[in-house]
């Protein structure tokens, strides 16, 4: 009954403020029955790597991704493995001729859960492949019975060791070849970019979400080129999101982070994310290493890493796509 009155709130809305008939209102089609695959497990696994060969072989595809950066990085990918590809975020759009591919980022912070809502649901493809932690499984199967989509669940094991270090770094003396600090203020990774540096050893690169990707990018090669000087990162933690970092090992310059309101400890698949970027496959450093910068931080890194990810129970939804979807019941 719910369903059924939201629905009728929405149509009057179309009907007498239009004038045009109710069966020309404008759902997203919920109708179409595709194939989902759900690529799930540990960083450094391979998923979104197996995704998006998918896409590289499709006719025509979207990688739709949460950060800006990455999506830059999936676009130039595309275009250099000759399948054009359009680039779409809030800062630019890079159309190439001829490109049936598109990388798009999602469009402010505050509605990133109701637009992968909208994606998921609403994404008329006949495949659509989807990377994250195993404990968003049984939330997007419940919702996808409203597509009644086939869902297929891929489970990929980390293919390096990652190793939890015993004691803190302590000193930024103690940073080796291929750390990488992580912190959550982009004025502290400047000032510990200058504190490293000071010590006159090391040189060090930066990556962070809010610089534009092209600097980014030549930061981190200059990180991965093992002939370079530039043997230490200081990042946000964007490198969570997928970035090709050949990093040896991870330091958590705090556990904690600024959630808009207040200091909050950060969850337990934000420090796997982040954690899980040392060590690569394939990489100088396959084996990872990963510690925080104080004592009293380990326990928190310790047992989150042992820890399975909380089973994801809400999905964010806004007016519109209740809509959608109880339209898609009603039929």
């Known amino acids: 009954m719910k369903c059924q009155a939201f629905l009728s709130v929405g149509i009057k809305i179309r009907k007498y403020t ?10 997203t089609d919920l109708t179409k029955k595709r194939k989902v695959f759900l690529h799930v497990g540990p960083t450094n696994g391979g998923k979104t790597y197996h995704a998006l ?39 630019e759009r890079d159309e190439v001729d ?11 912070s505050k509605t990133k859960g109701f637009s992968f809502t909208r994606a998921l649901l609403g ?16 939330l997007i199967q419940e919702v996808l019975k409203v597509t009644n989509d086939n869902v297929e669940v891929q489970t990929y094991g980390r293919l390096s060791p990652l190793v939890p270090l015993e004691v803190p770094l302590g000193s930024f003396s103690n940073i080796k070849t291929g750390d990488c600090i992580v912190t959550f203020s982009r004025q502290q990774i400047y000032k510990f970019k200058k504190q490293i540096q000071d010590g006159g050893k090391r040189l060090c690169s930066v990556v962070s979400g809010s610089l534009p990707p ?24 964007a490198i969570g999101m997928g970035l090709n970092l050949n990093i040896s090992g991870i330091i958590f310059s705090t556990m904690k ?20 970027r040392a060590g690569r496959y394939g990489s100088k450093f396959p084996v990872g290493e990963v510690t925080c910068l104080r004592a009293d931080d380990l326990p928190l890194l310790h047992s989150s890493l042992t ?9 964010a939804l806004s007016f519109e796509i209740l809509m959608k979807i109880c339209f898609n019941l009603v039929l």
Request: proline share 5%.
């Open 307 to 315: 820890a399975p990810s909380p089973i994801l129970e809400v999905l």
């Open 214 to 237: 092209e600097t980014c990018t030549r930061q981190a090669m200059m990180f991965n080129d093992e002939t370079s000087e530039f043997d230490v990162l200081v990042a946000s933690d």
């Open 53 to 91: 060969k998918r896409l590289e072989s499709s006719a025509s595809g979207i990688y739709w991704g949460p950060l800006r950066l990455l999506t830059w990085e999936v676009a130039k990918r595309m275009n250099k493995a000759k399948v054009p590809c359009d680039l779409i975020t809030v800062q």
């Open 123 to 138: 994404i008329a493809a006949d495949e659509l492949h989807l990377c994250g932690d195993a404990a968003a499984v049984p």
């Open 18 to 27: 239009s004038g045009q008939s109710t069966s020309n209102f404008d759902f």
């Open 257 to 276: 982070r600024f959630d808009g309101v207040e200091m909050r400890e950060l969850t337990v698949p934000k420090i796997k994310q982040i954690a899980g």
């Open 98 to 108: 001829g490109a049936r591919h598109k990388a798009v980022t999602i469009l402010g």
